[in-house]
């Protein structure tokens, strides 16, 4: 969850360079913001000492200490962004955390499993400890290694060594960044289950939990894999796994441009990137398939003759990916006439799930490093399940452990509030569908060419939408006070209600519901008093079945009991004006895809009415983008 940035330059005057450890490592942790805002700090190493800051709250608090209380110049330094999991966001608990007398800074990502038992042993050694954080002990282990096994001997591995050394003692999932003042021009780092990208760059190199932390510098990256350490210097980058045989990483070049992950004139990432929406969906449909709508996903790896033997599919996401999964099953079971079963990671692996050889595991994830949904994969790949990622970050972890992946190509998603990824989401995994159907023979090549067709017309839809946001944006605004607002929708439309309520809660701290239209009777029409606010996501009037005259039914049961009601439904669908206070038409397109669209008016709504409230729309509380805790 929180974010990591490293950098190591050359003195200035080696090299035509004129970066400074303080700028980079600002500039990084102002792109990883989106991982945690509870706190933030750094470290760097100059004249022969360490030098740390930090400061509870966002990154903003940790700059205006620096105006302050300015930190030496140097070309060593580590910065931290945290999302709080053992202590308060103090101070205090606030990374980096010292020890060796001062002269280590240590910062981390993750959960220390055994931080108890070796705090324990520590203390029993005399180390003293001033804060809560399981990272303190990291900190202690680390150092006390350093000069009590090493006996801070350099010519040995130094730092590198005793890293090697406190990573086989330590249990959990962690990312470790570590400077010391007798080893100035290097930083060492660490990784198990939790995510760490180097960057490549002349004469400086850098460490980052993601590329964003380094995009500034360098679009070369390289991926370490699982239990591995990583020493920079400003020219070196040498690996090993945590016993100190030499490893290597994978490099990639980072297609993400620094421009987009910028606000491009938004007041936040979160509006922008509900505007990329139209870009998102058409740049996951490029180059996927022919003029006669053959699909080649080119990215999947998996032997064609295995796909076509499955007989049953879990998809497994947290969050806006799962309902982007629950989207996707009614597409993939219309269309391959497969089993589609969606399941929360966190929930998938403790009920003895029915898995085996014959089942394809399908993880959805933005950032690929949600630790709930690794954790699920990995256990389904034990059973031998075949597992698919759709993912939006390249070179993540749940990609690199997966059979195969389909990006989205959505580009970087800042605002931690999930928009374009999950239309990307939705998208990427009807082309998975697509495709299987293609190679089972379950529809024939000119309705997936049809289906392809439509699928290409949504990015203008979504620009239609967009083009007259401001009806939605008012009644956002006007709404700023509700206490409790419930979605309601059946078919594809109830994960669009769900995602409604989501968007709403997150944001905007209201209680909010969605609920499967059809459920309310069973229950939760008890909640409907005058004045309740009702979203009702009503599928198009062309369907072949009764769905339509089913929600316009469950619309007049809440009205009937006082509810107001707000619709989105299809242009041309008259019949529902009788029974909404407001209607947001949507562009008329198969029922199938419609979540495309009638997702957009609700983002829109959430993100007003929270802009309304005053609330930060990109760094909601309690929250952070990339949850890489169980
Ligand atoms: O990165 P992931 O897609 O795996 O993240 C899953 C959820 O944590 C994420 O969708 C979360 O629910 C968002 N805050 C929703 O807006």
């Not at 903003?60 to 962004?81: A, D, K, V």
């Not at 967009?466 to 994960?495: C, Q, T, W, Y």
Request: hydrophobic share 40%; with cysteine; glycine share 10%.
């Amino acid at each position: 969850m929180c974010g990591i940035v490293g950098y190591v330059g050359h003195s200035t005057g080696q090299v035509n360079i004129e970066h400074k450890a303080l700028d980079v490592v600002l500039e990084g942790l102002r792109r990883l913001e989106y991982r945690g805002y509870d706190s933030a700090g750094i470290a760097v190493v100059a004249d022969g000492a360490i030098e740390s800051r930090k400061k509870s709250g966002k990154l903003s608090n940790l700059i205006g200490e620096l105006e302050g209380n300015p930190l030496p110049e140097s070309m060593t330094g580590i910065g931290h962004t945290r999302w709080a999991t053992h202590g308060g966001p103090t101070d205090q608990n606030a990374h980096p955390h010292l020890s060796d007398g001062g002269k280590l800074a240590l910062i981390h990502n993750g959960i220390i499993e055994n931080f108890a038992e070796l705090k324990l042993e520590l203390l029993n050694e005399g180390v003293t400890f001033i804060s809560e954080t399981d990272t303190e002990v990291a900190a202690a282990l680390l150092g006390h290694i350093y000069r009590n096994q090493l006996g801070g001997d350099n010519s040995n591995g130094g730092l590198t060594k005793a890293m090697q050394l406190a990573c086989q003692r330590l249990e959990g999932a962690f990312t470790l960044l570590a400077v010391h003042a007798d080893q100035p021009d290097v930083v060492v780092a660490a990784r198990r289950n939790s995510p760490l990208v180097v960057g490549l760059g002349e004469g400086e190199n850098f460490l980052g939990s993601d590329v964003s932390g380094f995009i500034d510098y360098t679009r070369r990256a390289v991926e370490l894999g699982q239990d591995q350490i990583v020493t920079i210097t400003a020219d070196s980058v040498e690996i090993t796994d945590f016993f100190g045989a030499p490893a290597e990483g994978k490099e990639y070049h980072v297609d993400w441009d620094p421009a987009s992950a910028e606000k491009g004139g938004y007041p936040s990432f979160m509006e922008k990137e509900i505007h990329d929406q139209p870009d998102a969906v058409a740049q996951t449909l490029l180059g996927r398939s022919d003029l006669e709508g053959k699909l080649t996903l080119d990215e999947m790896r998996i032997d064609p003759e295995l796909l076509k033997h499955i007989n049953k599919i879990i998809v497994l996401a947290c969050g806006t990916s799962a309902y982007a999964g629950q989207v996707a099953k009614y597409a993939i079971e219309r269309w391959c006439r497969i089993a589609t079963e969606v399941e929360l990671s966190h929930e998938f692996r403790y009920r003895d799930p029915i898995v085996d050889e014959n089942t394809l595991v399908v993880s959805i994830s933005q950032s690929g490093e949600t630790m709930d949904t690794l954790m699920a994969v990995r256990y389904a790949k034990e059973q031998g399940a075949k597992t698919i990622s759709i993912c939006n970050t390249n070179g993540s972890t749940i990609p690199r452990e997966s059979d195969a992946v389909l990006y989205t190509h959505a580009g970087p998603e800042i605002a931690v509030a999930s928009t374009k990824a999950f239309l990307a989401q939705i998208t990427a995994a009807y082309l998975l569908g697509l495709y299987l159907a293609q190679l089972r023979g379950n529809m024939f090549q000119g309705e997936i060419k049809d289906v392809l067709a439509d699928l290409g017309k949504i990015p203008a839809k979504i620009q239609e939408i967009l083009d007259h946001e401001d009806r939605i944006k008012d009644l956002g605004v006007e709404m700023a006070n509700a206490k409790s607002v419930l979605f309601l929708g059946r078919h594809v439309g109830f994960p669009v209600a769900m995602e409604g309520a989501l968007k709403l809660k997150e944001l905007a701290y209201i209680h909010a519901e969605g609920f499967a239209a059809g459920e309310l009777k069973h229950g939760p029409i008890a909640l409907i008093e005058e004045g309740q606010p009702v979203f009702v996501i009503v599928p198009s009037p062309r369907g072949r079945d009764s769905l339509h005259a089913k929600v316009v039914s469950n619309i007049q049961e809440v009205r009937a009991r006082g509810a107001k009601t707000i619709v989105i439904a299809e242009e041309g669908d008259e019949a529902v004006k009788a029974y909404a206070e407001h209607v947001f038409y949507i562009p008329p397109t198969p029922t199938l895809l419609a979540p495309l669209l009638s997702t957009v008016p609700l983002q829109i709504f959430a993100l007003a009415l929270a802009s309304a409230k005053g609330y930060d729309v990109d760094q909601p509380r309690n929250l952070a983008k990339s949850v890489t805790v169980e």
